[in-house]
């Protein structure tokens, strides 16, 4: 499965539609790691597009023009600074496994 990034900001949003927004995400993506409270790293078979389109069915249709959403898949050569160690253990496995 490919890996994606999402970043998002959910600021315009109430705490449960962040919850729902995010419980989209695990419904989507067998794997998934939060790297940052705006940058979520998604395991999926899905393509960006369907990703970011599941993600704002997730959202109240009066937030969602205000969700700012950028879904894009990481390259193998993805490079990266300054993650925990455990995030970093989770971000190695998955690109060894793409």
Sequence with gaps: MALSLILH?????APDD?????EAI???APGHWQVAPGATLAETGVSPAYLRDHLLKAVPPAQ????RLLVTRTSP?????????????WL???MAEG
């Design 64 to 67: 969602r023009a205000g969700t």
């Design 26 to 28: 695990f419904q989507i």
């Design 18 to 22: 962040q919850k729902r927004f995010f």
């Design 92 to 94: 190695r496995e998955m």
């Design 9 to 13: 900001d959910l600021s315009g949003l």
């Design 77 to 89: 050569d993805t490079a990266w600074h300054a993650l925990s160690p455990k995030g970093e253990d």
